[in-house]
């Protein structure tokens, strides 16, 4: 089992950035794949990123090549930078990890872009 607590996320303005934070409740050196989705308003969860242990990344394509996904092992926590926001970056984002067949998912951070 794990808790994943996100934080650091806000209003800013488009062109803006954040840099969000999952903060998990147990080592996170065993947990092969971090993952961020994000949730808009009337819209269906989506993928954002992901890291796996041994550092390879995936990215949605909406966000790539603003967004970077990293992974701390020592503080237990994974990151999303986010650099050049835009309104339609605006949800809920959400941490999630799957330990043998369980998903856990956190309680989710908001993020709004301001146009």
């Known amino acids: 089992q794990v808790q994943l607590v996100e934080s650091g996320g806000g209003l800013v303005q488009a062109g803006g950035s954040l840099r969000l934070s999952c903060a998990a409740s147990?080592?996170?050196?065993?947990?092969?794949?971090m993952g961020w989705y994000r949730q808009a308003p009337g819209k269906q969860r989506e993928f954002v990123a992901r890291?796996?242990?041994?550092?390879?990344?995936n990215y949605g394509d909406s966000v790539k090549g603003r967004f970077t996904i990293s992974r701390d092992n020592t503080k237990n926590t994974v990151y999303l930078q986010m650099n050049s926001l835009k309104p339609e970056d605006t949800a809920v984002y959400y941490c999630?990890?799957?330990?043998?067949?369980?998903?856990?998912w956190g309680q989710g951070t908001q993020v709004t872009v301001t146009s």
């Open positions: 890291i796996t242990s041994g550092g390879s990344t």
């Open positions: 999630k990890t799957t330990i043998r067949t369980a998903d856990y």
């Open positions: 147990r080592s996170i050196f065993s947990i092969n794949v």
